[in-house]
């Protein structure tokens, strides 16, 4: 079969498209005839030698997949499903634990399901686990019109929350309200925007995946009690610096989110969080915002275009139609 595979950790330009053996699955795996595989930051930093993981090479990219079940426990052969890993999904079958694969609804396409698992889960985490969300509360989304952004928009307001996006461009803020953003502020002079908003109080919850100069600036924001959501570091101006009397004086909470290693330890996790997030797919309210479809050749290519900041929701690869 095809897969897409690191052969040197070299970046996404040398990723290649190979023949390998079938994958074997183990009495508690699925194996997934893949449909899509969604591109993520993880395949990036992977295809660079940058992750926390760094698996021998050649090795097999792909962390969120959709397709059909060939076979599993737990699974209907036929059956329509999402599933996410670490990596090794993004090759014609993929083999997945069963505790990592989740049914898909009938409202949700193959490429809608492959934008689901990593960023939609980490999103649940974020601000259901982490950010301890309420009803009615305000949420500011850094990189609001990428992957994560997006789909923290909409789980916020699958929570009732109020959302606030703040993006780099028109174009991306116009991609965050279509994604249900109440309002879209643009990164330069965010801060003042965002207090106008909030007539002076500032928001509850910031979620942070960009780090960088705006960071002191999401914390000038927050509202007493406010917590702001670390998730990544994607404008590559290096780690934040926090001073700490600003959280006491302020009382404001600055707190990691790592929901991968956290939910891959903890078997039935993962399953907990969709079954939350199933009642806001079948409203509508969680409805994946799907960028560029790309050909399975040009894996490398949606990663290149992701690096430079120019995939605008979920990049899709599609292996088979």
């Known amino acids: 079969m095809r897969a897409a595979q690191v052969v040197t950790t070299t970046g ?4 290649q498209i190979r023949e390998v053996p079938e994958p074997t699955p183990g009495p508690g795996d699925v194996l997934i005839e893949v449909h899509r595989v969604g591109t993520s930051f993880p395949d ?3 295809s660079r030698g940058e992750y926390q993981l760094k698996p021998e090479v050649p090795f097999t990219l792909g962390v969120d997949v959709a397709g059909t079940v060939v076979s599993g426990p737990g699974f209907e052969p036929g059956q329509r499903v999402a599933a996410v890993g670490p990596y090794g999904g993004a090759g014609e079958r993929a083999v997945v634990p069963a505790m990592f694969t989740f049914g898909l609804p009938d409202s949700i396409t193959f490429d809608e399901g492959a934008a689901l698992p990593m960023n939609y889960l980490t999103a649940q985490f974020a601000l259901a686990e982490r950010g301890g969300l309420k009803a009615g509360e305000t949420v ?5 019109a990428g992957g994560v952004g997006t789909a923290t928009i909409q789980v916020a307001k699958g ?6 996006a703040v993006v780099s461009t028109e174009e991306k803020a116009e991609v965050a309200r ?6 879209a ?3 330069a002079g965010f801060k003042d925007a965002v207090l106008g908003l909030t007539e002076g109080r500032g928001v509850d919850v910031v979620l942070d995946v960009v780090g960088g100069d705006a960071f002191t600036d999401s914390l000038r924001v927050l509202a007493p009690l406010g917590r702001l959501l670390v998730v990544g570091f994607a404008s590559g101006q290096g780690i934040p610096q926090v001073k700490v009397n600003r959280l006491l004086l302020n009382n404001v909470d600055v707190r990691g989110v790592g929901w991968g290693a956290y939910a891959m330890a903890r078997p039935g996790f993962m399953q907990d969080q969709w079954a939350a997030l199933l009642p806001m797919m079948e409203s509508g309210v ?3 915002p799907v960028g560029k479809v790309y050909d399975f050749e040009d894996f490398g290519q949606a990663l290149v275009d992701m690096d430079e900041r120019r995939t605008l ?9």
């Open 159 to 164: 929570y009732g929350a109020r959302t606030i």
């Open 313 to 321: 929701g979920k990049g899709v690869v599609r292996v088979r139609d």
């Open 185 to 187: 502020v643009l990164v």
């Open 286 to 288: 969680v409805k994946p």
């Open 12 to 15: 996404p330009s040398d990723i």
């Open 178 to 183: 279509a994604a249900g953003a109440d309002e």
């Open 140 to 144: 500011l989304v850094h990189g609001a």
């Open 44 to 46: 990036l930093l992977l």
